[in-house]
């Protein structure tokens, strides 16, 4: 074969690779996550799983940097505050969801009332118990007003995922996406994946990521497994004693607490002795060490994330002292008592692990435990169901707001998302200190709150976890402060 031909040769395989699946795939990802959504309207769950796939289909009014700094997203600036119950934004003009909808005031105003409307029954309530309602002042300007001052409306809007006012009312929407993203909804297997694809006519920096799939896997090996076979790129809830073998993992402090959350009404939990006596059970060192190989810490007293405002640096952790719970239990004659303990498998790293764990350390205690490892969507009917509380529920707790306005709206106010008490003194300071401006007052409230939460043993807090993930050789990728699995911030190297 001559010069000519053997370069004629190489031009037409170059060309057959070009068109080659494989080629095709070079930058195409697989993720694999934990739990299937149960929804893909952004607004209506409090679910990981929707969440991971949404944030790359939606986007917010304020956006945050990989290190958790709070900037402009859909807005063209932070926003100004008109007077204390009042918070003006501009829009970046020429925006248009994936449909061709326009994105404009008539969509913030529509994304506002929707998700605040008590009709639609959103479990993201917690996030917005501050907003009344928004106007349009021009296609490109919105003021959202709220009950009183609220200092977090800004960390507010970066929760708040805008959708188009149309689509929005269609029947499929919950099945069949439309944002403004850098990613758009493509198909979705049930019980297997679901696909995105690059959206070319984004308005950002475009994305090197031409398509992610995303797979439901709910055990920690078998992601592993398909890491290291090189069938997933990035895999969550690595498991910490498999992290050195594989292709390549990073580990990040996150914002991830683990918490169980005792009802202070059901009978079998209603007496401070049994609640107390359940957190003085739980060895949290023994479960970061056994469980976690270094990459947890045990939470100090209270579920508000050590990075948020309104943490109380006082508080300690509960000691571990079995002798004492054996004696608190045998004192309120809970001897023997069932305790029902729910929670789920595969949505946060070692989940089932971590809750049978407790239940162990509840039965050392003199307790009945009866533990109920429910599906995703189930366990979150039961999280989120406020007239028949679980006697103990398991929840990992994230903090995106960077406030403990997140949790005390959630596990800690009567009434709220899936907090278990009825105290109306510790509710009213709550309500409180969301309209507090005052720094030192604030604090001073918070404080206040953790400090008879864990007097009373409303919650049982386990451990402050760090996120840990595997990638494939091939995928370069700096994990987020925030945890969010944003793709167009990832990139493959072949």
Sequence with gaps: MNLLTRLASSAALAAIMALSPLAAQAADITIAIGSE???????????????????????????????????????ATPPTQVDPKTWEFKLRPDIKFHNGEAFNADAVVNSVKRVIDPALKSEQAAYFGTITGAEKVDDLTVRITTSGPDPILPSRMYWMKMIPASYSADAKFAEAPVGTGP???????????????????????????DKVTFRFVGESGTRLSGLMAGELDVITNLLPEFAQQAPKFAAVSGMETSVIVLSADNEATKDVRVREAMNLAIDR????????????????????????????????EYKHDLEKAKALVKEAGAEGRTVQLVGEAGRWLKDRELIEAVGAYWTEAGLKVDIKIEDFSEYLNQLFDKNKRPDAIFV?????????????????????????????????????????????????????????????????????????YGFSKRLEWQPRVDSKLLVKEMKVTE
């Design 183 to 209: 990613y758009k909804f493509a198909s979705w297997n049930r019980g297997q994946d679901l696909v995105l694809e690059k959206n070319a006519d984004y308005w950002g920096a475009p994305a090197s990521i």
């Design 285 to 316: 060192q023994a479960l970061a060490e056994s469980l976690f190989g270094g990459y947890a810490s045990p939470a100090k007293g209270q579920l508000v994330n050590p990075k948020a405002f309104g943490y109380n640096k006082s508080l300690p």
């Design 396 to 468: 990992s707790n994230s903090n995106e707001l960077l406030d403990a306005d997140r949790e005390m709206t959630s596990a800690y106010q009567s009434g709220a998302s899936y907090a278990s008490n009825s105290d109306k003194e510790m509710s009213d300071q709550i309500s409180a200190a969301r309209v507090e401006t005052d720094v030192e007052k604030r604090q001073a409230l918070y404080d206040a709150v953790t400090t008879k939460a864990y007097e009373q043993s409303y919650l049982a807090p386990l451990l402050n976890q760090q996120d840990i």
């Design 37 to 75: 959504p149960s929804t893909l309207d952004p607004q209506v769950r409090d679910d990981g799983g929707e969440r991971a796939v949404n944030d790359n289909i939606y986007e917010t009014l304020m956006a945050r940097t990989p290190d958790g700094e709070l900037v402009a997203g859909l807005a």
